[in-house]
């Protein structure tokens, strides 16, 4: 048994070993039956991941694996699963509040430590891991993608014919939002910019058919302030050149960069288009609600000094075989899966060139799923909520916009919500549907209270003084560690999340069978302290005792809980 799962149980002693009922794993149904779940001794240091918890949720509705850590009793009497995401909740602050946190224990019994994602990781890849799952792959499939996306290729030319282009209406594996960059993958990517002077992208006017997809790729010269726009281009889903201007740069050029730039002396003669006149042009075609397709987008918006949002970035799309630190070059993805050379003309690059092959590439992807490109593997992966309908289930989706847009299948029922009383409501509502299966809701508000918290430099860096104190002061003896600072204002949030797990359980029907996921503890401080140390910012308090409070954060925040229950 894990440590983290020795001091939870230690902290609900009292409760009736589920093991005391084995033998009614024999019971055959009838009308006193009923489902019911044991879970199994854990071994020796080990722990849950995101994907036992999700893969219960699969074997209990469709086809999916038996778990190894838990039996289900009667499964076939479960008439649907109710998957609830707490972020911010783990072990720690659990173990600390559980009287606050009653309902929790009295619908679900003792939890079980699930190891999180890297806090490296933001909430996004967190929900990814609940609401997608590794489907087998038919065989020789992705072999069978890769010919056929290059055989496309070629056919289209050096441009996209409209034979080619994909149907964004199309039944898609996901939709084309699962692909643009989560906030943290903006953030760490260097897409955000607090600079005065860059404009943004604005709505879309009222009554106006913006467009959904835009491939973008500038030029840049060197002058005496550095790379500033040369040539900015943009092409549309057809491959149909929109916008295509040569730049004037505000100051002296001292290198045209033209071995990279494909720009010449000759060619900016007589130009006089500023930055600001293609910037018009620009946010013209281009409104917030538009998908910006690009190789390593943050150097062409910082030369454009436009701040934009929602992008798709091939450099990250296709991810490097040494791992996030890396990218992979556009001319070598274009010649692994266009199957042609681009940027080989030894007069440069060409921004039109460029666009169209980043364009491809976003679609081949949209098109075969998140797996096309990776390492050849007979397993595939899928939204749950597709699994589910494959099997015959329906779903109720309840969560924010970004989310159900992202996650819902073409049969599932796609409920945004702007609060956790919002979504309650949604969720107690769907849970009396005969006709639904699997409701997916999430609480929020713990994780906006810490990302408030972490915001406040003010109360950071008071935080961080208390945790450096907890952490060096001397001993006689135990672990020295972080205790959480429960404010009232954290007390009162944390007895509401437990008012709405008793209310929503209490909405169930019988057998229905309730997950309750905590993902990360506090990784908005964790983020914080690491971005603090990645910038060497100049603070009160020595690095190292920085690193060491950001260790005991991460690893605090890195074991979160599982709660299963059955309502009876």
Not at 91 to 113: D, N, T, V
Request: charged share 25%; with cysteine.
């Amino acid at each position: 048994m894990s440590s983290t799962d020795a001091e939870i149980e230690r902290g609900n002693e009292g409760k009736t070993d589920a093991n005391s009922n084995a033998k009614a794993f024999f019971d055959v149904y009838g009308p006193e039956a009923r489902a019911d779940i044991v879970l199994k001794e854990t071994e020796a240091n080990s722990t849950l991941n995101l994907q036992d918890v999700q893969g219960l949720a699969t074997w209990v509705l469709a086809e999916g694996f038996m778990p190894s850590w838990v039996f289900i009793k009667n499964k076939p009497l479960i008439p649907k699963v109710v998957m609830l995401y707490i972020p911010g909740l783990d072990a720690g602050l659990y173990l600390s509040q559980s009287k606050l946190l009653k309902s929790f224990k009295e619908c679900c019994g003792i939890p079980r430590a699930v190891l999180a994602l890297s806090c490296a990781a933001d909430g996004m890849h967190t929900i990814d891991a609940l609401l997608t799952c590794k489907v087998k792959r038919k065989r020789d499939e992705a072999e069978h993608i890769q010919k056929k996306a290059a055989r496309i290729s070629q056919q289209a030319g050096t441009s996209l014919s409209n034979a080619s282009v994909l149907d964004l209406k199309d039944d898609l594996p996901f939709p084309v939002t699962y692909y643009t960059l989560t906030a943290k993958q903006l953030e760490d990517n260097g897409y955000c910019h607090k600079d005065p002077e860059f404009l943004s992208t604005l709505p879309a006017p009222s009554g106006t058919p913006g467009h959904e997809i835009l491939a973008l790729d500038c030029e840049m010269c060197i002058t005496r302030k550095g790379f500033e726009l040369t040539r900015v281009t943009l092409v549309d889903i057809t491959g149909q050149v929109l916008l295509d201007k040569l730049v004037k740069p505000a100051n002296a050029i001292t290198d045209y960069n033209t071995r990279y730039s494909g720009i010449t002396h000759e060619m900016l003669e007589g130009v006089t288009t500023t930055l600001a006149d293609v910037q018009e042009d620009f946010l013209r075609l281009v409104h917030k609600e538009t998908i910006l397709v690009g190789h390593s987008l943050e150097n062409d918006l910082l030369a454009l000094k436009i701040h934009h949002d929602l992008v798709i970035d091939t450099a990250i799309l296709y991810r490097h075989p040494r791992g996030q630190s890396y990218k992979t070059a556009l001319r070598v993805l274009t010649r692994k899966f266009l199957s042609r050379e681009i940027q080989d003309s030894g007069n440069g690059h060409d921004s039109v060139e460029d666009a169209r092959a980043t364009l491809e590439l976003a679609l081949l992807k949209i098109r075969h799923g998140p797996s096309f490109g990776m390492p050849s593997s007979t397993l595939a992966r899928k939204k749950l909520l597709t699994v589910l309908s494959d099997s015959g289930k329906t779903s109720s989706l309840i969560d924010n916009f970004s989310i159900v847009k992202r996650y819902a299948s073409e049969l599932s029922n796609a409920i945004p919500v702007s609060s956790d009383d919002e979504a309650l409501l949604k969720a107690r509502k769907e849970v009396k549907n005969d006709r639904v299966h699997f409701i997916w809701t999430q609480f929020t508000e713990l994780f906006s209270y810490f990302k408030k918290q972490a915001d406040n430099d003010e109360k950071l860096n008071t935080s961080i003084a208390e945790m450096i104190a907890l952490l060096t002061c001397s001993k006689p003896t135990g672990r020295k560690s972080i205790a959480y600072n429960v404010t009232s204002e954290l007390r009162d949030i944390l007895k509401r999340i437990d008012n709405r797990v008793k209310s929503l359980y209490s909405s169930l029907p019988s057998n229905a069978m309730l997950v309750i996921c905590t993902g990360h503890g506090d990784i908005a401080v964790v983020q914080k302290l690491r971005k603090m140390l990645s910038e060497q910012r100049e603070t009160a308090h020595c690095r190292e005792k920085i690193v060491k409070v950001l260790e005991e954060l991460q690893a605090q925040a890195e074991v979160g809980l599982c709660f299963l229950g059955i309502k009876h």
